[in-house]
DNA sequence: CCGTTTGGTTCCATTATTTGAAACTTAGTC
DNA sequence: GACTAAGTTTCAAATAATGGAACCAAACGG
C-alpha cells in the first residue's frame, strides 16, 4: 500500500495520508502510521499536524489517536449532492429495483477502481453513507468493465496500470490482454456480463451511463446469483436497463447546467 | 493573505480550493474560481490540475468545469462510520425522538462551526435550517452554546475569534461578552437553550457529549417551535436528552478503544 | 531511584516545490 | 482576419517541505 503511485506534491502526499487512516477504519496513533508509510518521522508528523489543523483529521488528545475529522464529512455531504450521481439517479434505482426484483448498483470509476455509489437490495433501500464509498475492482465486474468499454483511450490506459489481475475464480479474466478483448465485445453488445468472475455465483449485466457526447459517468447493473437466474434472464432487461441509465444521463446532463441560456 | 484565515501550507491552499468548489453547489468553471480566489491565475490552474489528478475534483471535459471528485465520496464513507458520532448514536438517536416526539440534532464541532452529523425530524416535521451534513453557527444555536460551553480555553478563544455574531433575531446574543457570560450559565445549569436566537420561532434545549475526561464530543439537542410548546417544557426533557448523551459517550468511547487489555 | 526505552515533538541547513508575471495558445466574435 | 476571452505553459525567484538528528516526557525495569 505505501507504494502510491506518483503521488505528486505536498498535497498528493497529505492525501495519501488521509487515505492511510481512512483505511484503518479506527482512530489510529501516530506511531501504527509511521510504521505503515515510508514517510520519515518529520515529515509525517507535520503533515498530520497540518490536516489536523485544517480539520480533515482530529486528533484525540485522551489517547493521541488520529481520526477523520468532521471537515471530511462536510465537504462528503457537499460531494455526494453534487458530483455523485446517487442523488440524481435515486427514483430511477427505485423503479429499476422494482421492475427487475434484482440486486441494483450504481456505480462511478475513482482512479481506476469502481466506487459503489448506490445499491438496491432486493428488500429494502439502505442509508446514504452505508453503502457509498464500497471500492472495489474494475476488471472484474460488471459495472467496470462498463465503464472500462467506454473509457476513452487515455483514462483506459490509466485504468490498466492500476488493475492488479488477481484471478477471484477461474471466470476471471486475469490478463490485459483478455479485458481489452472482451471490453470490445461489449462495446459491440452494448452491455457487458460479469459472468461469476469477481465472486463465484455472482452474475449481472451492466450498462454504461454516458452523456451525448459519449462520455462515462457512470455503470449501472442488475445482479443476481446463478442459483436464482441466468445469465440469458438478466440480458432481457439490458433494454430497461439502458433506458433506465439513459434517463439518468438526461436528467444529470441538464442537472448540472439549469442556466443555459 | 487573502480573506481565509490562515492558510498553512499548499495542503491549506488546496483545501480551501476544494471549500470553495465545494461551496458552489454545482460544477464551477476555472474563471468563476478564479473570480473568487484572489490566487494568482496560474496558482489556481495547478492547484485545481493537482486536485483533479488526485480525484478530489472531477474535470468535466465537455464543459470545462470543475466538480467534488468520487475519492471525496469514499472518504466520506470512512470518515462517515468511523469519525463521526453518528453511526454509534443512531439508535439512541431513534429512542430520544420516540421518546420526545420532537426533532432531534446531533451535532460536532468543525473549525468553530456546528456540524450537523445527523438529525431525526419531529413526527409533525418543522422546515428549518438544519440538515444531517450541513453547517451552522456555534454562537446562536443550542447546540452550539453547548458545545462551546464545555470546550478548552483554547478551543473556545479560536472558536469566539471565528464566530460573525450576525444578529440573526432580536434574541441573538451579538457580542462575545455576551456568548461568553451565557457560557458559563450553561456549564452551571447543565444544558443549554435556543431562545429564537437563530431562526424565529424555532427553540430548543441542547445538552453536551462528554468523555468522562469531560473532552466534548458532540452535542445533542431536541427542537420545537415557540407554536407547539415551550422552553419550560423542553427542558422537562433535558434529563433524558443527558442520559442519552451519557450513554453515546460511553458508547463512543468503549468503541474506540476495543482493544484494552 | 536512576538508567533506558518508547513515543512524540522540535530544529535547522539543505533541497525541491511552489509561485506568479508574462508569454502563449486556442476557441470564439465581429 | 484582426480582436477577445478563456485556458495553459514557461522560468527565474521565493518559499515551503524535507529529514537527520537532537530533544523531551512519560513509562519501564532493575
Known amino acids: 500500500m505505501g507504494?502510491?503511485?506518483?503521488?505528486?506534491g505536498t498535497v498528493g502526499k497529505a492525501l495519501?495520508?488521509?487515505d492511510m487512516v481512512a483505511s484503518h477504519g479506527r482512530p489510529v496513533r501516530f506511531s501504527d502510521l509511521l510504521a505503515q508509510s515510508d514517510y520519515p518521522k518529520a515529515t509525517l508528523y507535520r503533515l498530520l499536524q497540518t490536516l489536523t489543523h485544517q480539520g480533515m483529521l482530529a486528533l484525540d488528545p485522551d489517547q493521541g489517536t488520529y481520526a477523520l475529522g468532521v471537515r471530511l464529512?462536510?465537504?462528503a455531504h457537499a460531494a455526494w449532492a453534487q458530483s455523485s450521481l446517487a442523488p440524481i439517479a435515486r427514483p430511477y434505482l427505485d423503479e429499476l429495483a422494482a421492475k427487475t426484483g434484482e440486486t441494483i448498483h450504481l456505480a462511478q470509476m475513482d482512479l481506476g477502481q469502481v466506487l459503489y455509489v448506490d445499491k438496491r437490495n432486493a428488500a429494502r433501500p439502505v442509508e446514504m453513507f452505508a453503502q457509498a464509498g464500497k471500492v472495489g475492482p474494475a476488471y472484474c465486474t460488471g459495472v467496470g468493465k462498463a465503464m472500462l468499454a467506454w473509457a476513452?483511450?487515455?483514462a483506459l490506459e490509466q485504468a490498466l496500470a492500476r488493475q492488479s489481475f488477481h484471478r477471484h475464480t477461474d471466470q476471471t479474466l486475469d490478463t490485459p490482454e483478455k479485458l481489452v478483448?472482451?471490453?470490445q465485445a461489449i462495446r459491440a453488445r452494448g452491455h457487458a456480463f460479469d459472468r461469476e468472475e469477481h465472486e463465484k455465483g455472482i452474475i449481472c449485466c451492466a450498462v454504461p451511463i454516458l452523456t451525448r457526447s459519449g462520455r462515462v459517468l457512470g455503470a449501472l447493473s442488475v445482479t443476481?446469483?446463478?442459483a436464482r437466474t441466468t445469465l440469458a434472464a438478466l440480458e432481457d432487461q439490458a433494454g430497461l436497463t439502458k433506458d433506465i441509465a439513459a434517463r439518468i444521463a438526461a436528467e444529470a446532463e441538464s442537472w448540472r447546467f439549469p442556466e443555459q441560456s
Chains 1, 2 share one sequence.
Open 16 to 18: 495519501d495520508v488521509l
Open 3 to 8: 507504494a502510491e503511485g506518483h503521488a505528486d
Open 152 to 154: 476513452t483511450p487515455e
Open 181 to 183: 478483448a472482451e471490453l
Open 224 to 226: 443476481s446469483t446463478t
Open 73 to 75: 464529512v462536510r465537504l
